[in-house]
């Protein structure tokens, strides 16, 4: 007598799973938009629990489906079992990720202090004098290869991830450099300060 395990219908379904498990290693676009269909709203769940931002938990999940659609070595992580379960793991250690990368942002606030009148406010002088401190710090103290986070961090003022794209680079990368240019600062006026 043939035992469960032997049965045809075991078989046919794991003949079924590794042709899914195939599908979905080369990347078949009916496989994967499957895949986005049935998935899409557990991984919104698994990140809101970490990334509460509408509009950056949107972007966090079309991002790890973006992943999912061109990232091989991604999709050769998965070698069988619960799909869910490993995709929602996946979700999950993005989004941590994510909220760390933000973490290390430094937010500078907007108090409204800053005249829109160029002339206004301090002295004309004063401004002069911070312009001409900001130059000799770029010219005698900070290194070539951090002048362009400089630039767009404090001259554009652009945020982090705005920095991050137009300069062509990741965004953990930006922000390490942005806190050594603010400490270079700070001992630059600090040391200023004291002559």
């Known amino acids: 007598m043939a035992s469960v395990a032997d049965s045809p219908d075991r078989d046919l379904a794991l003949d079924r799973e590794d042709a899914w498990l195939q599908s979905f290693h080369s990347g078949q676009r009916i496989c994967l938009e499957q895949c986005y269909r049935d998935h899409l709203h557990a991984v919104d769940r698994v990140v809101a629990t970490v990334v509460t931002s509408g509009a950056d938990r949107e972007t966090l999940v079309h991002e790890i489906f973006f992943r999912l659609l061109n990232e091989e070595s991604l999709r050769q992580k998965f070698r069988g079992g619960s799909f869910s379960a490993w995709l929602r793991v996946v979700a999950r250690n993005q989004a941590i ?24 406010g301090p002295r004309l002088e004063q401004r002069i004098d911070v312009r001409l401190t900001l130059e000799r710090f770029c010219a005698q103290v900070l290194p070539a290869k951090w002048r362009r986070v400089f630039t767009a961090r404090f001259v554009e003022q652009l945020d982090q991830p ?24 700070r001992r630059f006026i600090l040391r200023g300060e004291s002559k």
């Open 97 to 120: 990720d994510f909220a760390r990368r933000r973490q290390l942002e430094v937010r500078i606030p907007d108090d409204g202090t800053a005249p829109s009148d160029p002339t206004a």
């Open 162 to 185: 705005a920095a991050a794209r137009s300069l062509g680079m990741r965004r953990t990368t930006l922000a390490y450099q942005e806190y050594r240019i603010r400490k270079l600062l």
